[in-house]
Protein backbone atom coordinates (compact mmCIF):
# COMPACT_ATOMS: atom_id res chain seq x y z
CA UNK A 1 0.00 0.00 0.00
CA UNK A 2 1.57 3.43 -0.58
CA UNK A 3 2.38 5.62 1.15
CA UNK A 4 3.10 9.32 1.43
CA UNK A 5 4.35 11.34 4.61
CA UNK A 6 5.08 15.07 4.48
CA UNK A 7 7.23 17.34 6.37
CA UNK A 8 5.83 19.33 9.16
CA UNK A 9 3.95 22.58 9.56
CA UNK A 10 6.60 25.69 8.63
CA UNK A 11 6.18 29.42 9.23
CA UNK A 12 8.15 31.39 7.25
CA UNK A 13 8.19 35.61 6.99
CA UNK A 14 7.56 37.52 3.29
CA UNK A 15 10.25 37.03 1.27
CA UNK A 16 11.69 33.59 2.84
CA UNK A 17 11.82 30.63 1.01
CA UNK A 18 9.82 27.07 2.28
CA UNK A 19 10.88 23.66 1.44
CA UNK A 20 8.20 20.59 2.04
CA UNK A 21 9.15 17.16 2.08
CA UNK A 22 6.98 14.21 0.73
CA UNK A 23 8.43 10.52 1.50
CA UNK A 24 6.83 7.66 -0.25
CA UNK A 25 6.95 4.37 0.66
CA UNK A 26 5.12 1.10 -0.31
CA UNK A 27 5.74 0.98 -3.66
CA UNK A 28 8.90 2.00 -6.17
CA UNK A 29 10.15 5.55 -6.38
CA UNK A 30 10.83 5.54 -9.65
CA UNK A 31 7.55 4.30 -10.78
CA UNK A 32 4.86 7.13 -10.55
CA UNK A 33 5.56 10.74 -11.29
CA UNK A 34 4.26 12.99 -8.14
CA UNK A 35 1.83 16.35 -8.19
CA UNK A 36 2.50 19.11 -5.97
CA UNK A 37 -1.05 20.55 -4.73
CA UNK A 38 -2.13 23.27 -2.57
CA UNK A 39 -5.26 24.66 -0.48
CA UNK A 40 -5.49 27.83 1.09
CA UNK A 41 -7.54 28.33 4.08
CA UNK A 42 -11.43 27.88 3.11
CA UNK A 43 -10.53 27.72 -0.16
CA UNK A 44 -10.68 25.34 -2.84
CA UNK A 45 -7.49 23.01 -4.47
CA UNK A 46 -4.71 24.75 -6.42
CA UNK A 47 -2.26 22.45 -8.83
CA UNK A 48 1.29 23.44 -8.87
CA UNK A 49 2.91 21.23 -11.01
CA UNK A 50 4.02 17.68 -11.34
CA UNK A 51 7.31 15.81 -11.51
CA UNK A 52 8.96 13.09 -12.89
CA UNK A 53 11.20 10.95 -10.54
CA UNK A 54 12.91 9.58 -14.05
CA UNK A 55 14.86 12.34 -14.92
CA UNK A 56 13.82 15.13 -12.88
CA UNK A 57 11.81 16.56 -15.39
CA UNK A 58 8.94 19.23 -14.13
CA UNK A 59 6.12 20.63 -15.66
CA UNK A 60 4.56 23.61 -13.30
CA UNK A 61 1.35 25.73 -13.15
CA UNK A 62 1.99 29.09 -15.09
CA UNK A 63 1.17 31.00 -11.84
CA UNK A 64 4.05 29.23 -10.28
CA UNK A 65 6.42 29.75 -12.56
CA UNK A 66 10.05 31.10 -11.75
CA UNK A 67 8.90 30.79 -8.02
CA UNK A 68 8.63 26.73 -7.81
CA UNK A 69 11.45 24.01 -7.84
CA UNK A 70 10.62 20.12 -7.52
CA UNK A 71 13.35 17.67 -7.07
CA UNK A 72 13.12 14.20 -5.95
CA UNK A 73 15.86 11.92 -4.14
CA UNK A 74 15.92 8.23 -5.36
CA UNK A 75 18.22 7.43 -2.01
CA UNK A 76 16.12 8.66 0.40
CA UNK A 77 12.51 8.20 -1.96
CA UNK A 78 11.37 11.40 -0.63
CA UNK A 79 10.18 14.36 -3.07
CA UNK A 80 10.76 17.91 -2.21
CA UNK A 81 8.80 20.95 -3.31
CA UNK A 82 10.50 24.74 -2.77
CA UNK A 83 8.32 28.12 -2.90
CA UNK A 84 10.41 31.20 -2.92
CA UNK A 85 10.05 34.62 -2.31
CA UNK A 86 6.93 33.84 -0.32
CA UNK A 87 3.65 36.04 0.52
CA UNK A 88 0.92 36.25 2.59
CA UNK A 89 -1.05 34.60 -0.32
CA UNK A 90 1.32 31.66 -0.10
CA UNK A 91 -0.37 30.87 3.29
CA UNK A 92 -1.82 27.73 2.51
CA UNK A 93 -1.73 23.55 3.26
CA UNK A 94 1.13 22.18 0.70
CA UNK A 95 0.08 18.47 -0.68
CA UNK A 96 1.75 15.82 -2.52
CA UNK A 97 -0.05 13.43 -4.32
CA UNK A 98 0.74 10.52 -6.30
CA UNK A 99 0.86 11.20 -10.27
CA UNK A 100 0.64 8.56 -13.45
CA UNK A 101 2.92 5.40 -13.91
CA UNK A 102 6.34 6.57 -15.60
CA UNK A 103 6.84 4.13 -18.01
CA UNK A 104 3.19 3.55 -19.02
CA UNK A 105 2.26 7.26 -19.12
CA UNK A 106 -1.40 7.22 -19.03
CA UNK A 107 -3.05 10.17 -17.11
CA UNK A 108 -4.18 8.92 -13.97
CA UNK A 109 -6.31 10.67 -11.21
CA UNK A 110 -4.14 11.10 -7.92
CA UNK A 111 -5.48 8.30 -5.45
CA UNK A 112 -2.24 8.36 -2.81
CA UNK A 113 -2.08 12.09 -1.44
CA UNK A 114 0.41 12.67 1.56
CA UNK A 115 -1.28 14.17 4.85
CA UNK A 116 -0.64 17.78 4.00
CA UNK A 117 1.95 20.18 5.29
CA UNK A 118 0.75 24.06 6.65
CA UNK A 119 2.76 27.06 5.61
CA UNK A 120 2.04 30.01 7.08
CA UNK A 121 3.64 32.77 5.88
CA UNK A 122 3.76 36.23 7.69
CA UNK A 123 6.04 39.13 9.50
CA UNK B 1 -6.27 25.66 -19.46
CA UNK B 2 -9.67 24.20 -18.66
CA UNK B 3 -12.13 26.03 -16.17
CA UNK B 4 -13.83 23.33 -14.63
CA UNK B 5 -17.09 25.04 -12.89
CA UNK B 6 -18.96 23.41 -10.15
CA UNK B 7 -22.84 23.61 -9.10
CA UNK B 8 -24.84 24.36 -7.09
CA UNK B 9 -21.85 26.14 -4.64
CA UNK B 10 -23.74 24.38 -1.47
CA UNK B 11 -26.36 21.70 -1.61
CA UNK B 12 -28.01 21.04 1.42
CA UNK B 13 -30.27 17.79 1.76
CA UNK B 14 -31.13 15.40 4.39
CA UNK B 15 -29.30 11.85 5.56
CA UNK B 16 -31.39 9.36 2.82
CA UNK B 17 -31.65 12.02 0.07
CA UNK B 18 -30.20 11.72 -3.24
CA UNK B 19 -27.67 14.49 -4.42
CA UNK B 20 -26.68 15.63 -7.55
CA UNK B 21 -23.90 17.32 -8.36
CA UNK B 22 -22.67 19.04 -11.41
CA UNK B 23 -19.37 19.75 -13.07
CA UNK B 24 -19.45 21.91 -16.09
CA UNK B 25 -16.05 22.28 -18.22
CA UNK B 26 -15.11 24.88 -20.60
CA UNK B 27 -13.44 22.57 -23.59
CA UNK B 28 -14.14 19.10 -24.28
CA UNK B 29 -12.02 16.85 -21.04
CA UNK B 30 -9.95 14.48 -23.54
CA UNK B 31 -11.16 10.47 -23.15
CA UNK B 32 -13.28 11.58 -19.89
CA UNK B 33 -9.93 11.98 -18.10
CA UNK B 34 -12.64 13.51 -14.72
CA UNK B 35 -12.38 12.83 -11.53
CA UNK B 36 -14.35 13.98 -8.33
CA UNK B 37 -12.96 13.78 -4.90
CA UNK B 38 -14.48 14.11 -1.41
CA UNK B 39 -12.74 16.41 1.22
CA UNK B 40 -13.74 16.50 4.94
CA UNK B 41 -12.08 19.43 7.61
CA UNK B 42 -8.63 18.66 8.27
CA UNK B 43 -8.03 16.04 5.48
CA UNK B 44 -6.80 15.05 2.29
CA UNK B 45 -9.07 14.60 -0.39
CA UNK B 46 -10.24 10.95 -1.16
CA UNK B 47 -10.23 10.09 -4.44
CA UNK B 48 -14.17 8.42 -5.75
CA UNK B 49 -14.32 8.31 -9.13
CA UNK B 50 -11.61 8.56 -11.86
CA UNK B 51 -12.14 8.28 -15.73
CA UNK B 52 -15.70 10.04 -15.27
CA UNK B 53 -17.63 6.87 -13.87
CA UNK B 54 -15.08 4.26 -12.70
CA UNK B 55 -15.32 4.10 -8.76
CA UNK B 56 -12.01 4.22 -6.81
CA UNK B 57 -11.15 1.00 -4.93
CA UNK B 58 -13.21 1.49 -1.69
CA UNK B 59 -15.38 3.87 -2.47
CA UNK B 60 -19.15 2.45 -1.93
CA UNK B 61 -21.79 1.79 -4.92
CA UNK B 62 -24.01 4.80 -3.42
CA UNK B 63 -21.85 7.15 -5.34
CA UNK B 64 -21.97 7.16 -8.69
CA UNK B 65 -20.10 9.63 -11.92
CA UNK B 66 -21.85 10.01 -15.67
CA UNK B 67 -20.81 12.14 -18.55
CA UNK B 68 -18.89 13.06 -21.28
CA UNK B 69 -17.09 16.07 -22.95
CA UNK B 70 -17.92 19.03 -20.72
CA UNK B 71 -20.46 17.81 -18.60
CA UNK B 72 -20.32 15.70 -15.80
CA UNK B 73 -22.45 14.82 -12.91
CA UNK B 74 -21.78 12.55 -9.71
CA UNK B 75 -24.43 10.77 -7.98
CA UNK B 76 -25.07 10.01 -4.22
CA UNK B 77 -28.15 8.15 -3.89
CA UNK B 78 -28.78 7.63 -0.66
CA UNK B 79 -26.90 9.99 1.72
CA UNK B 80 -25.33 8.67 4.67
CA UNK B 81 -24.38 10.65 7.44
CA UNK B 82 -20.56 10.73 6.18
CA UNK B 83 -21.03 11.98 3.23
CA UNK B 84 -21.74 15.45 3.98
CA UNK B 85 -18.22 17.12 3.10
CA UNK B 86 -16.72 19.48 0.20
CA UNK B 87 -16.96 17.69 -3.28
CA UNK B 88 -14.65 18.67 -6.20
CA UNK B 89 -13.96 17.89 -9.21
CA UNK B 90 -10.94 17.47 -11.48
CA UNK B 91 -9.68 16.90 -14.81
CA UNK B 92 -6.19 15.21 -15.40
CA UNK B 93 -6.14 14.63 -19.31
CA UNK B 94 -4.24 17.71 -20.18
CA UNK B 95 -0.93 18.87 -19.07
CA UNK B 96 -2.08 20.86 -16.39
CA UNK B 97 -4.77 19.46 -14.22
CA UNK B 98 -7.43 21.57 -12.85
CA UNK B 99 -9.88 21.39 -10.34
CA UNK B 100 -13.28 23.06 -10.04
CA UNK B 101 -14.25 25.52 -7.12
CA UNK B 102 -15.92 22.00 -5.03
CA UNK B 103 -19.71 21.99 -3.64
CA UNK B 104 -20.41 22.42 -0.17
CA UNK B 105 -22.70 19.14 0.60
CA UNK B 106 -24.59 20.39 3.90
CA UNK B 107 -27.06 18.17 6.33
CA UNK B 108 -30.38 20.19 6.07
Known amino acids: QAQLVQSGAEVKKPGASVRVSCKAS????????MHWVRQAPGQGLEWMGI????????TFAQKFQGRVTMTGDTSTSTFYMELSSLRSEDTAVYYC????????????????WGQGTLVTVSS | EIVLTQSPGTLSLSPGERATLSCRAS???????LAWYQQKPGQAPRLLIY???SRATGIPDRFSGSGSGTDFTLTISRLDAEDFAVYYC?????????FGQGTRLEIK
Open chain 1, 26 to 33: GYAFNAYY
Open chain 2, 90 to 98: QQYGSSSIT
Open chain 2, 51 to 53: GAS
Open chain 2, 27 to 33: QRVSSSY
Open chain 1, 51 to 58: INPRGGTT
Open chain 1, 97 to 112: ARGPDTVVVVPAAPEY
